[in-house]
């Protein structure tokens, strides 16, 4: 008889996950051509940027952020250490207030509007288009 070994896993992230936009693969070409040109130039210690992204790709600014500025100072165990500081949801920004504002509709109304990609083919006004949350942060 043969044995059974149970293998958990999280589909947290699968779960959530859709097919890419075009924006999305914009902005991820965008990224990974900035970081070959960062490497390339020598620019070692660098993150890829693009910047102006609610703008269409032709406007996009690319570029490079020392990773040091992105760094901050915080006590971990005992001693300071250089750490990149936690992105947390913003409660006062454009997109947790509008969400807070529209949520009790959305939760019985069929008017959501879905914040990620909506699909890879068709009209540039549907397809090129980034996600309603960085639409509301950028505003």
């Known amino acids: 008889m043969g044995k059974f070994a149970a293998q958990h896993h999280f589909f947290g992230y699968e779960g959530r996950c859709a097919a890419p ?14 970081a070959a040109m960062l490497i390339a130039n020598g620019k070692t210690g660098y993150m890829s940027s693009v910047r102006n992204t609610t703008a269409p790709a032709e406007q996009w600014i690319a570029g490079g952020v020392p990773i040091t500025m992105m760094m901050n ?14 992105a947390l949801v913003k409660l006062d920004g454009t997109p947790f207030k509008t969400f807070a504002a529209n949520r009790d509709a959305w939760a019985t109304n069929t008017d959501y509007v879905y914040p990620g990609p909506i699909q890879y083919f068709g009209p540039t006004e549907v397809c090129d288009q980034p996600t309603k ?3 509301l942060e950028q505003q």
Do not use: F, W
């Not at 100072?73 to 936690?86: A, D, L, T």
């Open 73 to 86: 100072m915080e006590r971990r165990h005992g001693e300071m250490k250089p750490v990149i500081q936690k």
């Open 21 to 34: 936009s075009n924006y999305d693969a914009d902005y991820c070409y965008s990224l990974g051509y900035t």
């Open 133 to 135: 949350t960085l639409q």
